[in-house]
């Protein structure tokens, strides 16, 4: 066993190992993060075809983390959403302006986000940060977890940590040396993402559309244009690759229509396939797994990073209380069932709204057309239905709650 012992090991840099991290500080813990990612260059523009939409509840924690100031740029604000089906009859519309809300999230690129928690580390006491690292074997220790990382240097140093976190990726290598079992499903759909520009500049209006094709939703940003989402079947997801800027701009004119006029330049874009990945179990002795480790969403709804935050910001609460040992079984216990209500309703809407609205059938078509009108049309469901999209589901994390109560609908979620 290594000589010092850490209190936490994060194994997993990303956005969400590094808003643990960000969260522990001033804690007193001892606390490593090994990401593999080197040291990163300096943004340029349209780094990355990614945009995201914060919830109301992760832009509360963001801020109290100090990691909002660190943007270029404060986060677009989300102040209205549009939700339709191709093909069906009725739509949803929220403003938050109903709810007595300034905006119900905001969009910021996902480059973005990463550099403003980078620079947020830095100013982390204390924190034993390592770039460029790989974790290659774990295993228990007496009361504790040992990892054996390989550098980019080519050297290897072995790290002990009463509590081994997990936030490395859908394919995780800590979850797999745990034996923690997944379910996974593949929706036969891909995702691109990226950037457009139209007629309108965008407003605060965010717009989400199901086709028979797949979803997909224009965020807007702070620099006037959209982030663009657009899911294709996946045997055309090569074809679409394929496309110049202006038979992508076609391809989305023709599936999203002209609600916010004419689509005039794309930005780079990206893509990836569409598969769920579900962890039969959150902990193990003295480990936890957390975000896309635990459970990879569809991106409908936009809930995979902000339910990751929540899952950070819970264990953060939890191990701050428990400054003798962060690894205790009963800790671990207590964050599996804090969990436990928030991950199974985000992962029922988000799982369930992909297949339902995919579904082309003729009477499923019409069960959603009457879903949608009553949703349009009862303001307590509708007021349910913001108020899970803004985060405030299941157990709240205390940094994500609003600063002062909550008046109207929107302070029942």
Not at 59 to 74: M, Q, S
Not at 374 to 383: G, H, N, T, V
């Amino acid at each position: 066993m290594s000589d010092r012992i850490h209190d936490v090991l994060i194994i997993g840099g990303g956005l969400v190992g590094a808003s643990l991290a960000c969260a522990l500080d001033g804690s007193g813990l001892d606390v490593a993060l090994v990401e593999s990612e080197p040291p990163r260059a300096p943004i340029t523009a349209d780094a990355d075809a990614r945009s995201l939409a914060l919830a109301a509840a992760s832009l509360n924690a963001l801020d109290a983390l100090g990691v909002l100031r660190h943007l270029p740029a404060p986060p677009a604000p989300i102040r209205r959403i549009h939700v339709s089906r191709s093909g069906d009859f009725g739509s949803v519309r929220m403003d938050a302006a109903d709810y007595g809300r300034e905006a119900f999230g905001g969009v910021v690129p996902a480059t973005a986000l990463g550099a403003a928690l980078q620079a947020r580390l830095r100013d982390v006491r204390g924190l034993d940060h390592r770039l460029g690292a790989k974790v290659v074997a774990i295993r228990a220790a007496d009361s504790a977890r040992e990892a054996d990382i390989a550098t980019g240097g080519g050297e290897s140093v072995t790290l002990c940590a009463k509590l081994l976190v997990g936030a490395d990726g859908t394919g995780s290598y800590v979850r797999e040396s745990l034996g923690i079992g997944s379910t996974r499903h593949d929706y036969d759909q891909h995702l691109f993402a990226g950037s457009v520009r139209a007629a309108r500049a965008a407003d605060g209006q965010a717009w989400e559309r199901f086709t028979d094709d797949g979803p997909m939703a224009l965020l807007p940003r702070a620099s006037g244009d959209y982030g663009c989402i657009c899911t294709v079947p996946a045997q055309d997801a090569q074809a679409v690759a394929a496309l110049d800027d202006a038979g992508f701009l076609a391809l989305l004119q023709a599936r999203f229509g002209w609600r916010a006029g004419r689509f005039l330049s794309a930005g780079r874009r990206s893509g990836h396939p569409l598969r769920q990945l579900v962890a039969q179990g959150l902990v193990a002795s003295r480990a936890v797994i957390m975000g896309n480790a635990a459970q990879t969403l569809h991106p409908v709804g936009a809930q995979g990073f902000n339910l990751g935050l929540r899952d950070a910001l819970t264990l953060a609460a939890l191990v701050r209380e428990a400054s003798d040992d962060a690894g205790r079984d009963a800790l671990l216990d207590d964050y599996a069932r804090r969990r436990a209500d928030d991950r199974a309703q985000t992962l029922r809407f988000s799982d369930g709204l992909a297949r339902i609205t995919a579904n082309p059938a003729a009477p499923v078509r019409w069960l959603r057309s009457i879903a949608m009108g009553a949703l349009d049309a009862l303001p307590d469901l509708r007021a349910r239905l913001a108020g899970g999209a803004m985060g405030f589901r299941g157990v709240v994390p205390e940094l994500a709650r609003d600063a002062s109560p909550r008046t109207g609908p929107s302070a029942r979620p």
